[in-house]
């Protein structure tokens, strides 16, 4: 029991971390869908441009935190790559698009997220990715069509 009340201490020291750190970490994953069980790790993430002149891969690796996986392992769209830290539960996704993810999970969350929790991980992939490109398609004809409109003005 002790050891359990010394890793949440650590676990609330990594959170407060993030909190304080030079770049804007978000939440998602279970615990921002609502189906996190007891086990369930923290999973954030935070855009690949973010805060020009800061090294974040640097803060990464100088807080305790590994590369874990590239975009070709992650299979999920938009991640270029996830990083874990070596003593908690917790995962960066360095994202392309932080306002694009944000918009795909807070539109996932109000539909569903809860019930995302009875698919498995590979389905859960699939349905981000299946958002990700709808939302990237109508992000993509509406930029077309005011491009297309200042044009004609």
Sequence with gaps: MLANRSYH??????????????????????????????????????????????????WLRNNGFHKESDRDYSGTIGITQIWRHGVDPLHIQIVEDAKMKADVQNALAGSFGRSLGAFSKTQRKLIWNAAFY???????RTARSIVGFQARA
């Design 134 to 140: 709808i939302f990237s398609a109508g992000e993509e």
């Design 9 to 58: 201490a650590e676990q609330k020291g990594v959170l407060a971390l993030l909190t304080h750190a030079p770049f804007e970490f978000h939440l998602t994953g279970s615990r921002l869908f609502g189906y996190e069980g007891s086990q369930s790790d923290w999973d954030f993430f935070v855009d690949e441009k973010t805060a020009p002149g800061l090294h974040l891969l640097v």
